[in-house]
Structure formats: C-alpha cells, structure tokens
C-alpha cells in the first residue's frame, strides 16, 4: 500500500475541529480520494488501472478525500455492495478542476443570485459539490463538516480513465484497522495520513468555505 499512514490519536490532536475542511492526503501532483464499490466494479479498476465494464457513466459518481468519512458511508467495508475499498490517487489538477465548477447539491443564497439561478446551475453542471458532518471511526458526528464531491456528464469520463493516475485495493488494511475500532483500541487505529487542503486560488477557497 502506498498510502501514508498514522496513529489516528496522534492526528487528531492537529486536526481542526471544526468549520469546512477538505481533510486529505496530496501533494503538488495529486490526491487520495476514495469509493467504494461492489467488487465486480472494485476488481476490474484495480486490475486496469480505470473505471470500465460495469461502471456506469450515465450516473453520478461520488469521490470522498476524508478517510474516516468514507468509512462511515461503507460502515469499514461491511455494507452490501460497499465491500471493496479503493484508495484513487487523483491528479491534483483534475480534483482542483473539478471544485471550480461545482455547484452546491443545496441552494447557497450567498453563492447564487436567486434559487433559480441555482437550479440551472445543477442542472448543467458535471460536478455536484456537498459538505456533511465529519465522523469519528465509531460513525459518532463531529463539528467539522467533511466534503464530497459527485462527478457525472463529461467530467465523468474524464474521471474513469484520463484524471486517475493510480488505483489501489485497500480492503485488507480497511479490514484490519476495523478490528481496532470494534474492539474500541483507538490507541492502536492507524490510518491515511491527512492534512487540511487550501488552494492558492482565494476566491475558490471562499465559494467552498474553507477556513
């Protein structure tokens, strides 16, 4: 596995603790983002290194770059259809692309000129963009609110092969941290490494809330 990992009690004593904070691991050239997937889907991506065969490019497709967050939608890789965890390290530029012409999944009355306005926006947009409460590994809530970033239209093809530079199965270590959770030794819990993500671009930085 490629991914930086940490004691999880050592990184949330840096991390903030509340406001919008894209949590990740990256660096200049790219960023760890997860899904999760049926392993159908799951296998044939890590196999060849893109999304295809029964991947659908007619839908939606979800990218989370907080860790925790996605263990809690997948419930550490219990839920059906969940079972496969995917670490994708994510061309930077794709992801920063990819954030400049989202469009909230809620209406913004600061960001949009009236809630018509916005509703044509989603409409014609390839990228939805929401923020959700942050997650501790028991699923409890926390202040901080988390990102996900759904991907569909042209964006969504570009995703599936061009945008990805590497797709990696991380079930087994998925598996094994959970065994910390359940038996509630978070002393022992290692995960990704992640850092608060601020852009050098200020008004992207200001339509998505980052602190």
């Known amino acids: 596995m490629k991914l930086k990992i940490k004691l999880y009690n050592k ?12 949590m990740a691991q990256y660096d200049d050239e790219k960023i760890i983002v997860y899904q999760s997937y049926r392993p159908e889907i799951g296998n044939f991506a890590v196999q060849n290194q893109y999304f295809g065969a029964s991947f659908s490019l007619n839908r939606m497709t979800w990218i989370k770059p907080n860790f ?26 794709a992801f920063e692309r990819y954030l400049k012409q989202a469009v909230y999944s809620s209406y913004q009355s600061d960001l949009y000129a009236s809630r018509e306005d916005w509703q044509e926006q989603v409409k014609n947009s390839s990228i939805r ?57 978070l002393d022992q819990l290692m995960i990704p490494e992640e850092h608060p993500l601020v852009f050098n671009d200020e008004v992207l930085n200001k339509n998505l809330r980052l602190k």
């Open 129 to 185: 963009l929401q923020w959700d409460p942050d997650h501790n590994p028991y699923g409890a809530k926390l202040e901080r609110r988390a990102i996900q970033i759904g991907i569909r239209g042209k964006e969504v093809v570009n995703y599936a092969k061009d945008d990805i530079l590497e797709i990696e199965d991380i079930t087994p270590f998925v598996k094994e941290q959970y065994q910390f959770v359940l038996n509630k030794q």
């Open 68 to 93: 925790l967050w996605m263990m809690y939608r997948n419930g550490w890789a219990t839920k059906v259809g969940q079972e496969l965890v995917l670490a994708i390290h994510l061309k930077r530029e």
């Open 11 to 22: 990184q949330i004593e840096k991390w903030p603790q509340q406001g919008h904070h894209i």
